[in-house]
């Protein structure tokens, strides 16, 4: 076996406080109702709620999941998120790139023995690397919600976003179960299109071997209507239910690590390079 040399512990780097960030408290995140980065923030949803319709959803597994737009290793693409501030996110204005060590930090400074963990922290907001490829934001950021049945009270900004998409008013698409049968699975479910599924799908086309709980906090993390909220549980088999408190855990290492404390990416980078080479290495396509 390779031994990779790392240098220094990186966890001596950057350590973010979990118990309390110094400049805000934890009610505070996710504000939807005020703030500086309102108006950005619900137009960007607005837009969202417009247009992610179940054919554009079918339109947009067709057009990315062949993962044939490009080849990189995992650490570019991760740092190819300087490049993006996330329009849909209230809490922060600053480059993704950062929100993506700090959430493996704050992972690695609660669960040491999980190296698949932290490394779903580091990486899970990398399918955002789509907006470099001129993808609008309203289909790569946001809270992801099922198309193809009845848009639940607990989407952000549903009162008022989903006015103009036309599956609301579709009598096949708008009602509890619409095209789905009970307890199908969210297998079987189309997701609004956004960076969740498609760097699942990433994950898999290339053959990653990050763990079923990773994948899925990969590919819900964004899902709040189900893991914060409750709903969609009628489309839910054993195996989600079952999944659902993994993504719960992720879920306060991605939103309470947010600070303007940025961590010191240069003196990280090794040692996330080194879980890279274990679960995902190499080249890959996407």
């Not at 950021?141 to 009845?150: E, I, L, Q, R, S």
């Not at 906090?217 to 408190?245: A, E």
């Not at 940025?262 to 080194?274: A, E, F, R, T």
Request: aromatic letters at 14%; charged letters at 25%; proline letters at 6%.
């Amino acid at each position: 076996m390779k031994v990779v040399n790392i240098g220094p512990d990186p966890s001596l780097a950057y350590r973010p406080n979990l118990e309390k960030n110094e400049t805000k408290e934890k009610e505070d995140y996710r504000n939807f109702e005020t703030g500086s980065l309102f108006d950005r923030v619900f137009n960007t949803y607005k837009l969202m709620h417009t247009n992610q319709t179940l054919e554009f959803v079918k339109q947009k597994h067709s057009e990315w999941t062949g993962c044939n737009h490009t080849k990189m290793g995992m650490m570019d693409a991760v740092m190819s998120l300087d490049q993006v501030v996330d329009e849909s996110d209230p809490d922060v204005d600053f480059p993704n790139s950062f929100h993506a060590f700090q959430t493996a930090e704050g992972i690695r400074q609660a669960h040491p023995d999980k190296d698949w963990f932290q490394l779903v922290g580091l990486i899970h907001d990398v399918g955002k690397i789509m907006a470099l490829w001129d993808e609008p934001q309203w289909a790569v950021v946001g809270d992801t919600f099922p198309v193809g049945c009845k848009f639940q009270n607990s989407v952000v900004f549903r009162e008022n976003s989903f006015l103009d998409n036309p599956d609301d008013k579709n009598p096949s698409y708008n009602t509890e179960y619409g095209i789905y049968a009970p307890n199908c699975g969210l297998d079987n479910v189309l997701m609004s299109w956004g960076h969740d599924e498609y760097l699942y799908q990433v994950m898999k086309f290339n053959k990653c071997s990050i763990p079923e709980e990773g994948l899925y906090m990969i590919r819900f993390h964004s899902f709040y209507p189900w893991h914060s909220h409750g709903d969609y549980l009628h489309l839910c088999n054993d195996k989600d239910l079952k999944m659902m408190p993994w993504v719960n855990e992720f879920n306060k290492f991605d939103l309470y690590t947010k600070t303007t404390d940025l961590p010191d990416v240069d003196k990280l980078k090794p040692y996330y390079q080194s879980l890279i080479d274990k679960y995902c290495p190499g080249v890959l396509q996407w």
